[in-house]
C-alpha cells in the first residue's frame, strides 16, 4: 500500500506561482509512475502531468506545457508539480497519483492522494 498526501494548494494571482508537494509513505514509490490530475467545478477529473519512475520522461497536458513542471526526489519519496504562470482556469483541486505501472493521460491509478485546493484569481 501506498499512502500520498498532497499539500501546497493555496490562493494565488494570476501570473503567480505554486509549487505542490506530493509525499509518499507505506513503501518506496521510487518504482512507480506519478501524476497529478485535477477537478474544476462541474467538470471531469483531467490529467496534468506525469512521470516515469525512472524519473527519465514526463509528460503533459497541453494546456499546461510550458508552464508546468512535474518532478521527484525518491530519496525524499516525494513528488513535486511546479506551477508558473497560473490562469483562473488553472483552478481546481489537485491530486497525486501513483502507478506501479506508470501513468498515462487516460490511466486510472492504483493510489490517490487527498488533493489540494489550487484557487487563482483573475
Known amino acids: 500500500q501506498v499512502q500520498l498526501v498532497e499539500s501546497g494548494g493555496g490562493l494565488v494571482q494570476a501570473g503567480g506561482s505554486l509549487r505542490l508537494s506530493c509525499a509518499a509513505s507505506g513503501r518506496s514509490f521510487s518504482s512507480f509512475g506519478v501524476g497529478w490530475f485535477r477537478q474544476a467545478p462541474g467538470e471531469e477529473r483531467e490529467f496534468v502531468a506525469a512521470i516515469t519512475g525512472t524519473g527519465g520522461n514526463t509528460y503533459y497536458a497541453d494546456s499546461v506545457k510550458g508552464r508546468f513542471a512535474i518532478s521527484r526526489d525518491d530519496a525524499k519519496n516525494t513528488a513535486y508539480l511546479q506551477m508558473n504562470s497560473l490562469k483562473a482556469e488553472d483552478t481546481a483541486i489537485y491530486y497525486c497519483?501513483?502507478?506501479?505501472?506508470?501513468?498515462?493521460?487516460?490511466?486510472?491509478?492504483?493510489?490517490w492522494g487527498q488533493g489540494t485546493q489550487v484557487t487563482v484569481s483573475p
Open positions: 497519483a501513483a502507478h506501479p505501472l506508470g501513468i498515462l493521460p487516460t490511466s486510472t491509478p492504483r493510489y
